[in-house]
């Protein structure tokens, strides 16, 4: 028997979210989210849609989901888990995906001892080339997804900035257990070994809600305009906090193109721009009914600051908070955070 929700939309509890590691993601925070969400909608628009914790849950509750990133890799998370409604991954397909020989092509020449160890970088090279023979461009994204966490699974910290002196003295599980207290010996496993681990959890996290569920990868003022739901979910970068998701992830869009790419605008990283870019987002939600958006206390501007915004343009405002320990390296009292939701009536 379905479960439903309290809107009568079917609920999908047995389903799990795989793991994906991206900064900023609202995984823990989820259920409470959902549980400010306002009643009746049926589409549900995830304008920031990061690693896909709340469109999964969306799609999980029945809605009807439509995702966007500016990140391509992101749009690849969200076609696999959010748009797939039954493509999954083979051991052939695996098979294939490792097939052949290392080769020396854009990773082992860009990131050679910069992020990876020279053979590392060729096998990723191997990988991405044969991805191409896939069937299908839901396979593919499945496939670089998969990549995409084997990747992050090497990488301490699970993000691309770190300098290779560290990676390198983090990778030396002696070192990193004589400092740290734990040897970090997954940073070792292979880029085969991740892949193959993570294979039946992401597998199994693929299933159709009945919808006909959507992801886009575009700047977010571009698309606005152009999509219209009953909810719309922002979670944008924190302003004023650690944010920078082109030098966490951008890597990771070079390495599905094949080439370099240069930061992406509007990415509310900026203090004084941050304004400017967040009025201009509250002017475009003319095609929803309602808005949440998260938000912390260490972010620019004030919340006071925001909901003199909102106000201008809302039916109603209201803001629920909780404390919120955010697992970022070096970051102290912890539990001085508060995360926000901004609760909006257009």
Known sequence: MIQRTLDGNPYFAEKKFPKVNFTGNKRKVVDWIFENMPGGGKTFFDAFSGGCSVSYEAKKRGYKVITNDVLKINQLIAKSFIENKNVRLSEDDCDVIFSGRPVKGFMFKNYSNVLFYPEECMQLDQCRRNVEKLKGPTKKAMALVLLRRAMIRKMPYSRFNIRWSKVDQLRDEEFSYAHYGRKRAYHNETIEEHFRGNLKNYND????NGEDNKSYCSDVFALLPKITADIIYLDPPYPGTMNDYHSFYGVLDEYVKSRKIRPFGNNFTGREPTL??????????????????????????????MLTMMRKRAKSVRVVERKMNYQITGKREKNTNREYIFIIKI
Not at 278 to 286: A, D, Q
């Open 276 to 305: 400017m870019l967040f009025e201009k987002m509250f002017s475009g939600l003319k095609n929803f009914k309602h808005c949440l958006l998260s938000y912390n206390n260490n972010s620019y501007p004030s919340k006071e600051v």
């Open 205 to 208: 996290a693929v299933f159709d």
